[in-house]
């Protein structure tokens, strides 16, 4: 056994419908986005990544860019498959080895995920060398990236905004007391933006251009303390067809996002009303926390704690959260291995 132990490399992968992060040797050593380019005519995978998605939105008919992952499970097997490989075979520490290593992995899946979606994550791991692939909830790996006791008798709950799911959920002694995954996410955000340049402004704009309209001035509420600057956005005039250029602030981006960011309150407030009342008070004593790219939209925490009555705390560096999370939970196999599901 430990001539083998001595093969076996672990990873721990988050894999997520906007990004794919994985954790070697306590270290980030892959964040790149969850997207494929693949040549039309061989089929063969071009670009994964980064690579791919400066592709996104350019590609001539030869080429196309997929997503493999849509709200949080894999809709495209094979490209899913494919990218895992090679995000695995570009990790620096595996590419100097002769042969591949034995993999022994952790990965999050979303907690709304059917017993169908889990075993086809299983078997694309398996598929890449994985001989011991453990899977974890991703509000949990959320809860211990964050930094939370979550073996505790005590009550945390957890917000995670990824890009195709909000995961909420109330976590106490190592288990998920009650939860709820919501279709509304980072995707959605990105979209309600694309939708509202085409019905205010009569202007066409990508993925990519709504995406960066989101960061640099996504906001979800329309009083910001500390307003980001006008943006001027690019795009295509509907009624002319001509390029054109419109400046954008941060409160039409509220108004754009809006519906969205009432349905995750929705789903917040309802979770709340399932949690048993012990745990309920637990919770108004540690608030709730934040995790996932979608909780640095501006102004959310806020409305979240006017919403809830409860304060709202921001993970450091949301993005990672679940990733850290996944590679303490691989480092402490035996401390976690109730959570994990094997």
Known sequence: MGFFDFLTEEIAIDLGTANTLIIHMDKVVVDSPSIV??????????AVGKEANMMQGKTHENIKTIRPLKDGVIADFDASEKMINMFIKNIPALKKKWFPPALRMVICIPSGITEVEMRAVKESAERVNGKEVYLIHEPMAAAIGIGLDIMQPKGNMIVDIGGGTTEIAVIALGGIVCDKSVKIAGDVFTNDIIYYMRTQHNLYVGESTAEAIKIEIGSATEDLQSPPEE???????LLTGKPKQVQISYREIAKAL??????????VMETLSQTPPELAA???NTGIYLAGGGSMLRG???RLS?????PVYI???PLRAVVRGTGIALKNLERYKSILIK
């Open 306 to 310: 006017q919403k809830t009555d409860l």
């Open 258 to 267: 809006d519906k969205s960011i009432l349905r995750v309150e929705d789903a």
């Open 300 to 302: 959310l925490d806020r």
């Open 231 to 237: 943006k001027s956005v690019q795009g295509r005039d």
């Open 315 to 317: 993970a450091e560096d």
């Open 37 to 46: 380019g693949r040549d039309r005519i061989s089929g063969k995978i071009i």
């Open 282 to 284: 637990d919770i108004y």
